[in-house]
């Protein structure tokens, strides 16, 4: 039988909006000692918004129809923000008209498709030198995530779009810090903007530029620190990593505790979690932790 604690602590949960699916869970929080977590809709608010259109040898209002007209088949939050932007500055949702064919969505680099019968691409650094295409590198360094544009093979200018953390990533961060846990932070946004949400929520590790593929990696070298670690052989650590997008299915599948935010959260990342906080709050990771820890103290 399950102790009475347990029934507690999960009903304590579903109070918070935190949603444990098994006591097994609550339990493991105790040894969680690693919090990894995503930037784009974890630790930021996941909404971009365009600050300024550089078009190179175009004109802005071309560049913004065309290059919304491709992104209208993405879902990306990097993606709804061109669309919005060119809604609210072109005349009326003229991109919907332009003929979009062959659309192919390359993960953590952005789209590829033939739009008003030119080869398009749009979408990071990556993307453009996939494809051989050549721009300033500097773009790279620019505090502000970029979306890049290319037009048969010619880049045609450049987005810079920006998202903000949300109001309690730094007081998530704190409060795990608090219970003795390392903060990681992963993402597939550019370094230069990752470093400033890094600084700004004062994590204690971040890395930037990932490919989903990276982030498996990453998670799985921590997992292998955690397990090194000579103060893990008599409760061994485990780690957590909390996502809400369709590419964090995986990482969230190979974390010791998978935690999805179900507020903007994709189904496969909600369907594979282990823990589900179901509104959009950071500062509901530590309060997961918290109550996995009271409830062991109440049931040992
Ligand atoms: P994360 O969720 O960690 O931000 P993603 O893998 O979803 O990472 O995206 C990584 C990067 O790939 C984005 O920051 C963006 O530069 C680029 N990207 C992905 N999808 C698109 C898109 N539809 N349009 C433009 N850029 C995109
Ligand atoms: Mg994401």
Redesign the pocket.
Known sequence: SIPLGYFGGIGAGSRQGILFKGSVFLDLMTQVKTVVM????TLTKGVFRVQEVNPVGIDAGTLARLTAAL?SK?T?P??TAVIEYARVNGDDNAFGNVPVEAVE?I?????KGRVDGKEML???AKLLRKFGVAFDEALTRIPY?V?MTALDGTFAGYFTIADEAKPDATDAVKRLQAEGIRTVM?????SAVVEIVAKQVGIDEWHGD?L?EDKVAQVERLKAEQAANPKAKRRPAKLAFVGD?V?DAPVVALADVGMAMGGLGSDATIETADVIIQNDEPSKIATAVEIGRATRRIVW
């Open positions: 995503d930037k784009t809709g992104e993405s990306h990097v993606a969505e993960a953590g680099h952005g789209l749009v979408g990071n995530t979306v992963l993402s597939g946004d550019k990932l989903p997008g590419n």
